[in-house]
């Protein structure tokens, strides 16, 4: 679920030459996920490397903050992780602080997965901006939590 096209034509390129038929493509806003999936429907999110939209007045279109969180609940099942995967410091504190005060479950974090979870499969899949992040030698930071 992406809202800019090409990202979208990117994936199903992709998906059509590796012939993978587990995969769906959506161009929309993320926060009309609902009108997409049933409720308990979707078994986890992964948000990868977001707009971290610093200025304050942003704090509730973060992908992660509790608003957010809120309208993914109701898409996910019983347990479903949301998990995070940025170069941003900003965005991975904020998404811990969003965890700490609505009292969500931690799963796990990291500051960087490459010394933490080396060789870890799904943390290993690198989109294009993570490995240009990479380059520039950023470590990927990533949390993993239950709303």
Known sequence: ???KGNRIWTGAKKALEDNLSNVGFIRS???RIGNFFAPGEIYGIWVTFPDPK?????ARKRLTS???????????RPGGQIQ???DSTFNYDFTLE?????QYQLVRHSEDIDRDYPGEELLQIRTYYEQKFREKGFPI???SFIP
């Open 1 to 3: 679920l992406d809202i």
């Open 29 to 31: 806003q993320v926060d």
């Open 54 to 58: 610093p200025k304050k007045g942003n």
């Open 66 to 76: 509790a608003e957010m969180v809120s309208i993914y609940q109701k898409v996910l």
């Open 84 to 86: 995070l995967k940025t």
């Open 98 to 102: 969003t965890i700490r005060d609505n």
């Open 141 to 143: 930071r990533f949390v």
